[in-house]
């Protein structure tokens, strides 16, 4: 089983410095492939991993077209059985492929795995993106176990199991290569954020697996290169979140799912300005109008084959802010 880890990189020079040598140290060059895939970077990045680090291939893209089609373009010229998507800011560990190659090797619906992702600045704490493996709400709010909107679990290995989740997290994301093919990889669209819950949705609609194996574990410094701060950020989160609704919900609940959403989405606008940031709820009306805008060309990608068990509980809005549960097995 020949592994490939890409690591997507623009401008990450110092994260380079930082995290490249220990994937090189717990991910031996001579058994696995190591990629930097470059998004057109304008800082020193290329002339730093050609100088320091031999074993490293480098695939260079020439433009930064975010994460979607950055990994689409370099992951052509990778031939691997699976593929390991890692963010540039991801420290990982000892034993973090041998769990996950094992699952593969296994079960052979495994499409995608994550492993446990913990915050890097606080390593006792999950990590937001990922966190214990990712879960939606009947309306596509995404969730983790270890993680409920801002709401983050400490660590005591409640969750250093091996199970079955909705989405995997592109921060750490292992695919096998024929089934990414198979799914055309990522919408290019989304630019950056929640493609990997739509590509996990859609192989989900085509009967393939997605699997969280705890025993694997990687640090995750995050927001290095969206900060949540960032209205850019929210525009991608609720513009790329209703791109994924419109294209993989089941027929039946399609129209009353996404009105509500739309609702739900118009309330948070309005609370943002409540908060006195007029940036954001702008950018929820811009998502709301690139929705719009896009909505035929995402009605022509949906599929006859439609996952619907879909949700793990009906409104995580609900059981959060009214039922005050936020932790994942209060659910």
């Known amino acids: ?45 290329i002339t730093y991993v050609k100088n320091n680090f031999s074993s490293v291939k480098i695939i260079q893209n020439t433009k930064n077209d975010g994460y979607a089609k ?11 059985d699976i593929l390991a998507l890692v963010n540039s800011d991801i420290e990982v560990t000892k034993n973090w492929l041998k769990p996950i190659i ?26 937001y993106a990922g966190a214990g493996g990712g879960f939606i709400d009947q309306f596509g709010f995404p969730f983790c176990r270890g993680r409920i909107f801002d709401t983050l679990e400490k660590d005591t290995q409640q969750y250093n199991d091996t199970t079955s989740i909705f989405w995997a997290s592109g921060a ?11 799914l055309d990889g990522f919408d290019e669209t989304y630019f950056a954020h929640q493609e990997e819950i739509d590509l996990c949705w859609r192989a989900k609609n085509q009967g393939y697996d997605i699997k969280y194996v705890g025993n694997s574990t990687v640090y995750h410094v ?51 300005l409540f908060q006195k940031k007029p940036l954001f709820t702008w950018a929820v009306f811009k998502a709301h109008m690139s929705f719009y805008r896009y909505f035929y060309r995402n009605l ?6 439609k996952t619907h068990n879909y949700y793990y509980t009906k409104s995580i809005v609900w059981q959060y802010y009214i039922k005050k549960r936020s932790r994942f097995n209060e659910l």
């Open 1 to 45: 089983m020949k592994i490939a880890i890409v690591i997507l990189n623009w401008n990450g020079q110092k994260l380079l410095a930082k995290f490249l040598p220990e994937i090189i140290r717990y991910s031996n060059p001579a058994y696995y492939d190591i990629y930097v895939a470059d998004n057109a970077s304008t800082d020193d990045s």
């Open 300 to 305: 022509k990608k949906r599929s006859n084959d």
């Open 70 to 80: 950055g990994y689409n373009d370099a992951l052509k010229h990778v031939n691997a």
């Open 172 to 182: 750490c994301f292992f695919i096998r290569k024929v089934i990414f093919d198979k």
């Open 102 to 127: 094992e699952e593969f090797k296994n079960n052979k619906n495994t499409a995608i795995i994550q492993p446990k992702i913990l915050d890097y600045k606080n390593k006792n704490i999950f990590e």
């Open 222 to 272: 995050g927001g290095a290169t969206l900060q949540n701060t960032n209205p850019k950020k929210t525009y991608l989160n609720f513009r790329n979140s209703l791109f994924t609704l419109t294209k993989n919900l089941p027929s039946q609940t399609f129209i009353p799912v996404l009105f509500i959403r739309l609702v739900f989405d118009g309330i948070a606008g309005v609370r943002f």
